[in-house]
Protein backbone atom coordinates (compact mmCIF):
# COMPACT_ATOMS: atom_id res chain seq x y z
CA UNK A 1 0.00 0.00 0.00
CA UNK A 2 2.79 2.43 1.16
CA UNK A 3 4.62 1.53 -2.43
CA UNK A 4 1.18 2.47 -4.24
CA UNK A 5 0.75 5.47 -2.68
CA UNK A 6 3.96 6.69 -3.02
CA UNK A 7 4.01 6.06 -6.91
CA UNK A 8 0.77 8.63 -7.01
CA UNK A 9 2.84 11.21 -4.89
CA UNK A 10 5.11 11.02 -7.21
CA UNK A 11 3.35 11.32 -10.32
CA UNK A 12 1.56 14.38 -8.92
CA UNK A 13 4.95 15.94 -7.98
CA UNK A 14 6.05 15.53 -11.93
CA UNK A 15 2.45 16.88 -13.00
CA UNK A 16 2.88 20.27 -10.71
CA UNK A 17 6.61 20.58 -11.93
CA UNK A 18 5.81 20.45 -15.37
CA UNK A 19 2.89 23.30 -14.80
CA UNK A 20 5.49 25.46 -13.33
CA UNK A 21 7.97 25.41 -16.02
CA UNK A 22 5.52 25.77 -18.54
CA UNK A 23 3.98 28.97 -16.80
CA UNK A 24 7.31 30.48 -16.72
CA UNK A 25 9.20 29.03 -14.12
CA UNK A 26 7.74 31.22 -11.21
CA UNK A 27 8.28 34.15 -13.59
CA UNK A 28 4.18 34.63 -13.07
CA UNK A 29 1.62 32.48 -15.28
CA UNK A 30 1.86 33.24 -19.41
CA UNK A 31 -1.24 33.10 -21.78
CA UNK A 32 -1.45 30.66 -24.60
CA UNK A 33 -0.50 33.61 -27.04
CA UNK A 34 2.36 34.94 -24.32
CA UNK A 35 3.88 31.35 -24.47
CA UNK A 36 3.78 30.89 -28.05
CA UNK A 37 5.33 34.37 -28.97
CA UNK A 38 8.33 33.54 -26.40
CA UNK A 39 8.58 30.44 -28.44
CA UNK A 40 9.20 31.60 -31.98
CA UNK A 41 10.95 34.69 -30.75
CA UNK A 42 14.35 34.88 -32.79
CA UNK A 43 16.14 35.43 -29.52
CA UNK A 44 14.76 32.68 -27.97
CA UNK A 45 15.30 30.52 -31.05
CA UNK A 46 18.82 32.35 -31.39
CA UNK A 47 21.10 32.47 -28.37
CA UNK A 48 23.96 34.64 -28.65
CA UNK A 49 27.07 33.35 -30.16
CA UNK A 50 30.29 32.67 -27.62
CA UNK A 51 32.11 33.91 -30.61
CA UNK A 52 33.89 37.10 -30.09
CA UNK A 53 32.63 39.19 -33.24
CA UNK A 54 33.94 43.01 -32.33
CA UNK A 55 37.45 43.86 -31.55
CA UNK A 56 38.25 46.35 -28.47
CA UNK A 57 36.74 49.13 -30.46
CA UNK A 58 33.00 47.81 -31.27
CA UNK A 59 34.01 47.02 -34.82
CA UNK A 60 33.28 43.65 -37.03
CA UNK A 61 36.83 42.15 -38.55
CA UNK A 62 35.29 43.72 -42.31
CA UNK A 63 34.82 47.05 -40.41
CA UNK A 64 38.27 46.87 -38.91
CA UNK A 65 40.10 46.01 -42.33
CA UNK A 66 38.37 48.67 -44.11
CA UNK A 67 39.40 51.32 -41.37
CA UNK A 68 43.13 49.87 -41.34
CA UNK A 69 43.21 50.52 -44.95
CA UNK A 70 41.88 53.85 -45.00
CA UNK A 71 44.06 54.87 -41.84
CA UNK A 72 47.27 53.35 -43.91
CA UNK A 73 46.77 54.92 -47.43
CA UNK A 74 44.88 58.08 -46.93
CA UNK A 75 47.68 60.40 -47.00
CA UNK A 76 49.20 59.01 -50.02
CA UNK A 77 45.85 60.48 -52.49
CA UNK A 78 46.34 63.84 -53.62
CA UNK A 79 43.93 65.97 -55.48
CA UNK A 80 44.28 66.95 -58.80
CA UNK A 81 43.37 70.28 -60.61
CA UNK A 82 44.41 70.99 -63.75
CA UNK A 83 44.15 73.97 -65.72
CA UNK A 84 43.77 74.92 -69.63
CA UNK A 85 44.34 78.06 -71.61
CA UNK A 86 41.17 78.15 -74.46
CA UNK A 87 41.21 80.74 -77.24
CA UNK A 88 37.68 82.15 -78.11
CA UNK A 89 37.79 84.77 -80.43
CA UNK A 90 41.23 85.78 -80.04
CA UNK A 91 40.84 86.15 -76.20
CA UNK A 92 42.72 84.24 -74.31
CA UNK A 93 40.67 82.76 -70.90
CA UNK A 94 41.90 80.26 -68.19
CA UNK A 95 39.24 77.56 -66.90
CA UNK A 96 39.46 74.56 -64.40
CA UNK A 97 39.69 71.28 -66.58
CA UNK A 98 38.06 69.53 -63.40
CA UNK A 99 39.54 67.38 -60.31
CA UNK A 100 41.41 63.97 -60.54
CA UNK A 101 42.92 61.96 -58.46
CA UNK A 102 46.76 60.76 -57.96
CA UNK A 103 49.00 58.56 -55.38
CA UNK A 104 52.02 59.34 -54.38
CA UNK A 105 55.04 56.71 -54.82
CA UNK A 106 58.01 57.70 -53.78
CA UNK A 107 59.14 60.52 -50.59
CA UNK A 108 60.86 62.90 -54.24
CA UNK A 109 57.39 64.01 -54.41
CA UNK A 110 56.43 62.28 -57.67
CA UNK A 111 53.03 61.04 -57.90
CA UNK A 112 51.10 58.76 -60.79
CA UNK A 113 47.59 59.47 -62.18
CA UNK A 114 46.18 59.23 -65.38
CA UNK A 115 47.42 60.85 -68.61
CA UNK A 116 43.70 61.99 -69.35
CA UNK A 117 43.64 63.84 -65.76
CA UNK A 118 46.55 66.15 -67.06
CA UNK A 119 46.66 66.30 -70.75
CA UNK A 120 47.02 69.41 -72.50
CA UNK A 121 47.48 71.20 -68.69
CA UNK A 122 48.96 74.58 -68.48
CA UNK A 123 48.89 74.48 -64.50
CA UNK A 124 48.50 71.60 -62.73
CA UNK A 125 47.72 71.98 -59.07
CA UNK A 126 48.13 69.05 -56.19
CA UNK A 127 46.48 69.33 -52.86
CA UNK A 128 47.57 67.07 -49.85
CA UNK A 129 46.02 65.28 -47.23
CA UNK A 130 46.68 68.29 -44.80
CA UNK A 131 45.05 70.61 -47.14
CA UNK A 132 48.33 72.21 -48.48
CA UNK A 133 48.90 72.93 -52.53
CA UNK A 134 51.61 72.61 -55.16
CA UNK A 135 52.30 73.48 -58.21
CA UNK A 136 53.07 70.30 -60.11
CA UNK A 137 55.22 69.57 -63.29
CA UNK A 138 54.55 66.98 -65.71
CA UNK A 139 57.99 64.45 -65.88
CA UNK A 140 56.20 62.03 -68.09
CA UNK A 141 53.29 60.89 -69.79
CA UNK A 142 52.31 57.29 -71.68
CA UNK A 143 48.64 58.02 -73.98
CA UNK A 144 48.77 54.62 -74.43
CA UNK A 145 48.21 53.11 -71.54
CA UNK A 146 46.75 56.30 -69.92
CA UNK A 147 49.21 56.98 -67.17
CA UNK A 148 51.42 59.87 -66.53
CA UNK A 149 54.13 61.07 -63.50
CA UNK A 150 53.54 64.59 -61.73
CA UNK A 151 56.05 65.73 -58.96
CA UNK A 152 55.96 68.21 -56.51
CA UNK A 153 58.21 70.24 -54.40
CA UNK A 154 57.80 69.19 -50.97
CA UNK A 155 58.80 67.84 -47.56
CA UNK A 156 59.53 64.32 -46.95
CA UNK A 157 57.52 64.45 -43.50
CA UNK A 158 54.28 65.61 -45.79
CA UNK A 159 54.97 62.53 -48.42
CA UNK A 160 53.19 59.29 -47.75
CA UNK A 161 54.41 56.91 -50.66
CA UNK A 162 51.79 53.80 -50.93
CA UNK A 163 52.86 50.19 -51.12
CA UNK A 164 52.63 48.69 -53.74
CA UNK A 165 51.47 45.09 -54.65
CA UNK A 166 50.80 42.44 -56.87
CA UNK A 167 48.30 42.14 -59.44
CA UNK A 168 49.21 38.70 -60.86
CA UNK A 169 47.58 36.90 -58.19
CA UNK A 170 44.39 38.56 -58.25
CA UNK A 171 40.76 36.81 -58.19
CA UNK A 172 37.63 37.34 -58.76
CA UNK A 173 35.51 38.04 -55.56
CA UNK A 174 38.13 39.13 -54.02
CA UNK A 175 37.74 42.39 -51.76
CA UNK A 176 39.35 45.77 -53.21
CA UNK A 177 38.96 49.53 -51.89
CA UNK A 178 38.83 52.44 -54.09
CA UNK A 179 40.34 55.95 -52.52
CA UNK A 180 40.11 58.74 -54.55
CA UNK A 181 38.21 62.29 -54.77
CA UNK A 182 35.20 61.78 -56.51
CA UNK A 183 33.59 65.44 -57.19
CA UNK A 184 35.98 66.84 -55.62
CA UNK A 185 35.14 65.09 -52.20
CA UNK A 186 38.99 64.74 -51.00
CA UNK A 187 40.08 61.17 -50.53
CA UNK A 188 36.46 58.96 -50.11
CA UNK A 189 36.84 55.82 -49.86
CA UNK A 190 34.71 53.12 -51.52
CA UNK A 191 34.39 49.82 -50.92
CA UNK A 192 33.55 46.69 -53.50
CA UNK A 193 34.93 43.36 -54.99
CA UNK A 194 36.81 42.50 -58.67
CA UNK A 195 33.59 41.91 -60.61
CA UNK A 196 36.51 40.16 -63.50
CA UNK A 197 39.61 40.30 -64.96
CA UNK A 198 41.52 40.41 -67.97
CA UNK A 199 39.05 42.82 -69.49
CA UNK A 200 40.25 45.02 -72.52
CA UNK A 201 39.76 49.07 -72.61
CA UNK A 202 39.93 51.25 -75.33
CA UNK A 203 41.86 54.28 -74.74
CA UNK A 204 44.10 55.85 -77.32
CA UNK A 205 42.64 55.25 -80.89
CA UNK A 206 42.64 51.58 -81.68
CA UNK A 207 44.68 51.32 -79.00
CA UNK A 208 43.34 48.52 -75.92
CA UNK A 209 44.83 47.90 -72.47
CA UNK A 210 44.53 44.52 -71.74
CA UNK A 211 44.45 42.73 -68.43
CA UNK A 212 42.05 45.45 -67.06
CA UNK A 213 41.18 45.15 -63.45
CA UNK A 214 36.93 45.43 -63.33
CA UNK A 215 35.33 46.78 -59.90
CA UNK A 216 32.13 47.79 -58.82
CA UNK A 217 33.41 49.80 -55.83
CA UNK A 218 31.79 52.96 -56.85
CA UNK A 219 34.05 55.26 -59.12
CA UNK A 220 32.72 59.24 -60.50
CA UNK A 221 34.67 61.94 -61.85
CA UNK A 222 37.21 62.78 -59.66
CA UNK A 223 37.89 59.11 -58.99
CA UNK A 224 40.56 58.78 -61.81
CA UNK A 225 43.81 58.11 -61.20
CA UNK A 226 43.50 57.63 -57.38
CA UNK A 227 44.93 54.08 -56.25
CA UNK A 228 42.71 50.46 -56.13
CA UNK A 229 43.98 48.71 -52.85
CA UNK A 230 43.76 44.94 -51.74
CA UNK A 231 43.07 44.28 -48.32
CA UNK A 232 46.24 44.63 -47.17
CA UNK A 233 46.28 48.25 -47.91
CA UNK A 234 48.50 47.50 -50.78
CA UNK A 235 48.48 49.29 -54.18
CA UNK A 236 46.97 46.91 -57.08
CA UNK A 237 45.39 49.41 -60.10
CA UNK A 238 45.17 52.82 -60.96
CA UNK A 239 41.18 53.48 -60.93
CA UNK A 240 40.88 54.46 -64.58
CA UNK A 241 37.17 54.62 -66.52
CA UNK A 242 33.82 53.61 -65.38
CA UNK A 243 30.70 52.62 -68.12
CA UNK A 244 27.93 54.49 -67.75
CA UNK A 245 25.13 56.47 -69.60
CA UNK A 246 24.47 58.91 -67.15
CA UNK A 247 28.09 60.60 -66.18
CA UNK A 248 28.07 58.53 -62.58
CA UNK A 249 28.70 55.17 -61.42
CA UNK A 250 27.20 52.13 -62.48
CA UNK A 251 28.62 49.79 -60.56
CA UNK A 252 30.62 49.16 -63.28
CA UNK A 253 34.37 50.51 -63.16
CA UNK A 254 37.82 49.92 -64.38
CA UNK A 255 41.79 50.09 -63.18
CA UNK A 256 44.76 49.96 -64.44
CA UNK A 257 46.96 47.19 -63.52
CA UNK A 258 50.09 47.60 -60.98
CA UNK A 259 51.97 45.14 -63.23
CA UNK A 260 51.52 47.65 -65.81
CA UNK A 261 52.49 50.53 -64.07
CA UNK A 262 55.78 48.91 -62.44
CA UNK A 263 56.45 48.28 -65.99
CA UNK A 264 55.35 51.69 -67.49
CA UNK A 265 56.38 54.50 -64.68
CA UNK A 266 60.32 53.02 -64.31
CA UNK A 267 60.76 54.34 -68.15
CA UNK A 268 58.54 57.64 -67.28
CA UNK A 269 60.95 58.72 -64.84
CA UNK A 270 64.15 57.88 -66.47
CA UNK A 271 62.90 58.64 -70.30
CA UNK A 272 59.58 60.50 -69.47
CA UNK A 273 58.21 58.13 -71.98
CA UNK A 274 57.64 54.61 -72.70
CA UNK A 275 60.69 53.58 -74.96
CA UNK A 276 58.92 50.95 -77.23
CA UNK A 277 59.47 48.43 -79.97
CA UNK A 278 59.20 49.99 -83.27
CA UNK A 279 57.84 48.29 -86.02
CA UNK A 280 58.30 50.64 -88.86
CA UNK A 281 54.26 50.83 -89.23
CA UNK A 282 52.50 53.81 -89.04
CA UNK A 283 49.33 53.21 -90.62
CA UNK A 284 47.32 49.90 -91.54
CA UNK A 285 43.65 49.47 -93.24
CA UNK A 286 41.96 46.55 -90.80
CA UNK A 287 39.86 44.13 -93.15
CA UNK A 288 38.53 41.11 -92.76
CA UNK A 289 41.09 38.69 -94.24
CA UNK A 290 43.82 40.63 -92.26
CA UNK A 291 46.47 44.04 -91.60
CA UNK A 292 46.72 45.78 -95.13
CA UNK A 293 49.65 47.94 -94.86
CA UNK A 294 48.59 51.48 -95.28
CA UNK A 295 51.67 53.87 -94.09
CA UNK A 296 55.30 52.98 -93.75
CA UNK A 297 57.60 55.12 -91.69
CA UNK A 298 60.63 56.34 -94.24
CA UNK A 299 63.97 54.23 -93.47
CA UNK A 300 61.71 52.07 -90.39
CA UNK A 301 62.18 48.72 -89.55
CA UNK A 302 59.16 47.70 -91.89
CA UNK A 303 60.64 49.06 -94.93
CA UNK A 304 64.21 48.34 -94.47
CA UNK A 305 62.84 44.81 -94.07
CA UNK A 306 61.45 44.79 -97.65
CA UNK A 307 57.75 44.95 -96.83
CA UNK A 308 55.69 46.75 -99.28
CA UNK A 309 52.78 49.95 -99.02
CA UNK A 310 50.06 50.97 -101.19
CA UNK A 311 51.65 51.73 -104.68
CA UNK A 312 50.58 55.74 -105.70
CA UNK A 313 49.81 55.58 -109.25
CA UNK A 314 49.39 59.37 -111.80
CA UNK A 315 46.21 59.79 -114.31
CA UNK A 316 45.15 62.90 -116.24
CA UNK A 317 42.05 64.18 -116.61
CA UNK A 318 41.87 67.24 -118.84
CA UNK A 319 44.32 69.64 -117.48
CA UNK A 320 44.90 68.03 -114.02
CA UNK A 321 47.32 64.81 -112.63
CA UNK A 322 45.53 62.86 -110.05
CA UNK A 323 47.56 60.26 -107.46
CA UNK A 324 45.50 57.59 -106.75
CA UNK A 325 46.35 54.96 -104.39
CA UNK A 326 46.65 51.54 -105.48
CA UNK A 327 46.38 49.47 -102.32
CA UNK A 328 46.29 46.27 -104.50
CA UNK A 329 49.72 46.64 -104.55
CA UNK A 330 50.10 46.18 -100.26
CA UNK A 331 51.27 43.39 -97.97
CA UNK A 332 48.49 42.14 -96.17
CA UNK A 333 49.61 41.02 -92.70
CA UNK A 334 48.13 37.82 -91.28
CA UNK A 335 50.02 36.67 -88.45
CA UNK A 336 53.06 37.33 -86.10
CA UNK A 337 55.38 34.38 -84.88
CA UNK A 338 53.00 31.78 -86.14
CA UNK A 339 50.04 33.64 -84.58
CA UNK A 340 47.27 34.45 -86.58
CA UNK A 341 46.67 38.28 -86.59
CA UNK A 342 43.22 39.98 -86.85
CA UNK A 343 43.21 43.05 -85.42
CA UNK A 344 45.40 46.14 -85.11
CA UNK A 345 45.16 45.99 -81.55
CA UNK A 346 46.06 42.08 -81.60
CA UNK A 347 49.54 43.26 -83.61
CA UNK A 348 50.04 46.20 -81.45
CA UNK A 349 49.46 44.23 -78.21
CA UNK A 350 52.41 41.72 -79.82
CA UNK A 351 54.51 44.23 -80.40
CA UNK A 352 53.90 46.27 -77.01
CA UNK A 353 55.20 42.71 -75.19
CA UNK A 354 58.82 43.14 -77.10
CA UNK A 355 61.77 45.09 -76.37
CA UNK A 356 63.92 46.96 -79.28
CA UNK A 357 65.78 45.05 -81.02
CA UNK A 358 63.85 41.81 -81.56
CA UNK A 359 63.11 40.20 -84.22
CA UNK A 360 59.54 38.97 -85.17
CA UNK A 361 58.42 36.86 -88.12
CA UNK A 362 55.37 38.25 -89.94
CA UNK A 363 53.61 36.37 -92.25
CA UNK A 364 52.12 38.05 -95.10
CA UNK A 365 50.04 37.50 -98.45
CA UNK A 366 51.54 39.57 -101.56
CA UNK A 367 49.84 39.17 -104.81
CA UNK A 368 48.62 35.77 -103.50
CA UNK A 369 51.83 34.26 -102.68
CA UNK A 370 52.23 33.51 -98.43
CA UNK A 371 55.73 34.76 -97.32
CA UNK A 372 57.60 35.46 -94.14
CA UNK A 373 59.38 38.47 -93.27
CA UNK A 374 61.74 38.33 -90.34
CA UNK A 375 61.71 42.36 -88.81
CA UNK A 376 64.39 43.47 -86.38
CA UNK A 377 62.40 45.89 -84.03
CA UNK A 378 63.76 49.19 -83.79
CA UNK A 379 63.06 51.68 -81.31
CA UNK A 380 59.75 54.05 -80.92
CA UNK A 381 59.93 58.13 -81.12
CA UNK A 382 56.12 58.34 -82.15
CA UNK A 383 52.96 56.66 -81.07
CA UNK A 384 52.10 54.16 -83.91
CA UNK A 385 48.58 54.69 -85.56
CA UNK A 386 45.93 52.12 -86.93
CA UNK A 387 42.65 52.27 -88.72
Not at 119 to 139: F, H, R
Not at 306 to 311: A, I, K, S, T
Not at 353 to 376: A, S
Request: net charge neutral; with cysteine; aromatic share 4%.
Amino acid sequence: MRFLIGCVFSALMASLFTIWLVNGGGEGALTAQERRLRIDSPVERIRPSTTRIYDDEGLTPDESIAVAVYEAVNRSVVNITAKTVRTERLIMTEHSEGTGSGAIIDQEGHIVTNYHVVTGAKEIAVTLYNGKSYEATTIGADPLNDLAIIKIESTEEELFPVALGDSRGLRVGMRVFALGNPFGLERTLTTGIISSLNRSLQIHGNWKIKSIIQIDAAINPGSSGGPLLNAHGRLIGINTAIATTSGQSSGVGFAIPVSLVSRVVPQLLKYGRVIRPESGLDKVYQTDKGLLIAEMRPNGAAERAGLRGPRMTKSRRGPFTLNREDRSAADLIVGIDDQKIATAEDFLGYIEGKQPGDEVVLTIVREGRRLQIPITLATSEAIERAE
